[in-house]
């Protein structure tokens, strides 16, 4: 059965359903996955089953999460830093508990492949295990909560700064792989995922996503 993103909405919406379930499932992820070795600067990363991997790709599987979130209408590079700032203010205690909540990798920011480079650039901050159950609500209007669903992607990782040319030449180097291995995906978006600081000058990781469609899989190397 073909994977979709229309599970997403903000969390206001969730939250009469079993919190209790969604911990569960979260705490299920979380603690028994290992923090990968490429995410070094955070605590707490987006952890995965690896369920194969490519020359050039992974297919990986991702457990339903709960992140924050906001929409940037801009360029690319503009919404990532507008974007970063509107949720770090959240972390630090924009919120309706005032609480501060610790960084995680990576920042993911999505892009609309039928969109132009102006757009609208959701950035989202996952919120790590402790605030997954019951996260406080942001105070910022332009800030909100989402429940992610599974997300089989294929992932194509590469180093050093988060441009938009890169992830340009890197997500159309991704679906040649894929074209040329057989693999659907859907083609009308997809994520770029940054897990470093600006002040980490080397071995930066970065990545882009693709949505799988009917099933994972990978061309052994």
């Given at each position: 059965?073909?994977?979709?993103?229309?599970?997403?909405?903000?969390?206001?919406?969730?939250q009469?359903?079993?919190?209790?379930?969604?911990?569960?499932?979260?705490?299920?992820a979380?603690?028994?996955?290992?923090?990968?070795?490429?995410?070094?600067?955070?605590t707490?990363?987006f952890?995965?089953?690896?369920i194969?991997?490519?020359?050039?790709?992974?297919?990986?599987?991702?457990?339903?999460?709960?992140?924050?979130?906001?929409?940037?209408?801009?360029?690319?590079?503009?919404?990532?830093?507008?974007?970063?700032?509107?949720?770090?203010?959240?972390?630090?205690?924009?919120?309706?508990?005032?609480?501060?909540?610790?960084?995680?990798?990576?920042?993911?920011?999505?892009?609309?492949?039928?969109?132009?480079?102006?757009?609208?650039?959701?950035?989202?901050?996952?919120?790590?295990?402790?605030?997954?159950?019951?996260?406080?609500?942001?105070t910022?209007?332009?800030?909100?909560?989402?429940?992610?669903?599974?997300l089989?992607?294929?992932?194509?990782?590469?180093?050093?700064?988060?441009?938009?040319?890169?992830?340009?030449?890197?997500?159309?180097?991704?679906?040649?792989?894929?074209?040329?291995?057989?693999?659907?995906?859907?083609?009308?978006?997809?994520?770029?995922?940054?897990?470093?600081?600006?002040?980490?000058?080397?071995?930066?990781?970065?990545?882009?996503?693709?949505?799988?469609?009917?099933?994972?899989?990978?061309?052994?190397?």
């Amino acid at each position: 059965m073909p994977y979709s993103t229309s599970a997403m909405m903000p969390l206001r919406m969730l939250q009469p359903m079993a919190p209790v379930l969604v911990l569960v499932l979260v705490w299920g992820a979380w603690g028994e996955r290992e923090k990968p070795e490429f995410c070094s600067e955070a605590t707490e990363c987006f952890t995965f089953d690896l369920i194969c991997k490519s020359s050039d790709y992974e297919a990986r599987l991702y457990p339903p999460s709960v992140w924050v979130s906001t929409c940037v209408n801009s360029t690319y590079t503009a919404a990532k830093v507008t974007g970063f700032w509107r949720l770090f203010r959240y972390i630090q205690g924009r919120n309706q508990l005032g609480v501060k909540i610790p960084m995680t990798a990576p920042v993911l920011t999505r892009v609309d492949e039928a969109a132009g480079e102006t757009q609208e650039y959701p950035v989202s901050f996952l919120l790590p295990a402790a605030w997954q159950g019951n996260p406080p609500l942001p105070t910022e209007p332009t800030v909100y909560l989402q429940q992610f669903p599974m997300l089989p992607v294929y992932v194509r990782s590469f180093g050093g700064w988060l441009t938009d040319a890169g992830r340009r030449t890197h997500i159309q180097a991704l679906d040649a792989s894929l074209g040329r291995d057989a693999r659907p995906f859907d083609r009308s978006w997809h994520y770029s995922a940054g897990y470093n600081s600006p002040m980490k000058l080397f071995d930066r990781h970065n990545e882009v996503w693709r949505l799988a469609q009917g099933g994972l899989g990978c061309t052994p190397e």
